[in-house]
């Protein structure tokens, strides 16, 4: 499978999506950027795996005021797999009410369901110490 710019462009914004409807609290529209069956692990940050998009939006609404406000995705890195599936590797990075800010690294399997590009799973990864050479 050959990655078309256009493909490239989609999954892209895919990925922008995400961070808008999260800080919109749009969190019933997540069906729009996940598989209804997504894999989405934050153990990382204490959230276990959850499964599927409702309980993707419930652990978004659990979280209330705790929320970051600006959810922002930069760094993106497409890789096709051959077997119609792309791997996103992303940076994000989430600006809190208080101004601080956290940085992540998603790691998305990207599938095509009837026609457009989701992510079926996404594992996220935090980095909480500077490299050190």
Request: with cysteine.
């Amino acid at each position: 499978m050959a990655l078309s710019c256009e493909d490239r462009m989609a999954i892209s914004e895919l990925l922008a999506l995400y961070g808008h409807l999260c800080d919109s609290g749009e969190l019933d529209r997540l069906h729009e950027v996940f598989t209804i069956d997504v894999t989405y692990d934050v153990t990382a940050l204490g959230g276990g795996v959850l499964e599927g998009t409702a309980a993707c939006a419930e652990a978004g609404r659990a979280l209330g005021d705790a929320n970051p406000v600006g959810h922002h995705v930069t760094n993106i890195v497409l890789t096709e797999d051959g077997a119609g599936r792309v791997r996103a590797l992303s940076k994000g990075i989430g600006v809190n009410a208080d101004g601080t800010a956290g940085s992540v690294t998603y790691d998305d399997t990207v599938v095509r369901v009837r026609g457009h590009w989701r992510i079926g799973h996404r594992k996220v990864s935090l980095r909480r110490t500077p490299l050190v050479a």
